[in-house]
């Protein structure tokens, strides 16, 4: 059964860098790529990173300068670090994969308030 | 980067037929799927590489389409299928998703 699982804090505090940790279970990284998506309170997804089972890593093109993604693939872990917060990074994130986001986290809400 | 584009709403009763549309703004072959979320929900996969139902999605779901202009389809509609549904496309990259369009009863 594939499993995926996001953890991070649920509270950051403006111009602080945000890390989050999708943990994966029933697949390996080595098979199939990991993106993060963000959806803001009551609007739309927006796709944000990615690594490929090879490791390769793409980003968006308006939030690239700001983002790092990463993996530890003995751990199953996908980690990605957003720099520079502010207000309207505050959105539910989440991990998804397989090799057409077969399968989703339920998310962590993250708030970037002071 | 490649702009999908949706209509935000759309009326339906239980028991019709409805299409919901996505124009991409350069082609993406068929890598476009589309995807149903429920409020407080995470996505869910229903239709991969423009027209493949996935795995346990019933067949009221379809979906057609190549390059720059895809369908998905319900029919018929009912009352559980009230929900966003999203396009996205991995064929260029960065992925991008569409607004989403959100179905709502009559």
């Known amino acids: 059964q594939v499993q995926l699982k996001e953890s991070g804090p649920d509270l950051v505090q403006p111009s602080q860098t945000l890390s989050l940790t999708c943990t994966v279970s029933g697949f390996s990284l080595t098979s199939y790529g990991v993106s993060w998506v963000r959806q803001p309170p009551g609007k739309g997804l927006e796709w944000i990173a990615a690594?490929?089972?090879?490791?390769?890593?793409y980003y968006n093109s308006v939030l690239k300068s700001r983002l790092s993604i990463s993996r530890d693939t003995s751990k199953s872990q996908v980690f990605l670090k957003m720099n520079s917060l502010q207000t309207e990074d505050t959105a539910m994130y989440f991990c998804?994969?397989?090799?057409?986001?077969?399968?989703w986290g339920q998310g962590v809400m993250v708030t970037v308030s002071s | 980067d490649t702009v999908l584009t949706q209509s935000p709403a759309l009326a339906v009763s239980p028991g019709e037929r409805v299409t919901i549309s996505c124009r991409a703004s350069?082609?993406?072959?068929?890598?476009m799927h589309w995807y149903q979320q429920k409020p407080g929900q995470q996505p869910k996969l229903l239709i991969y590489?423009?027209?493949n139902l996935a795995s346990g999605v019933p067949a009221r779901f379809s979906g057609s389409g190549s390059g720059t202009d895809f369908t998905f389809t319900i029919d018929p509609v009912e009352a559980d299928d009230i929900a966003t549904y999203y396009c996205h496309q991995s064929w260029n990259s960065p992925r991008t998703f569409g607004g989403g369009t959100k179905l709502e009863l009559k």
């Open positions: 690594i490929s089972s090879g490791g390769s890593t």
């Open positions: 350069e082609s993406v072959s068929t890598l």
């Open positions: 998804a994969g397989g090799s057409y986001f077969d399968y």
């Open positions: 590489k423009a027209s």
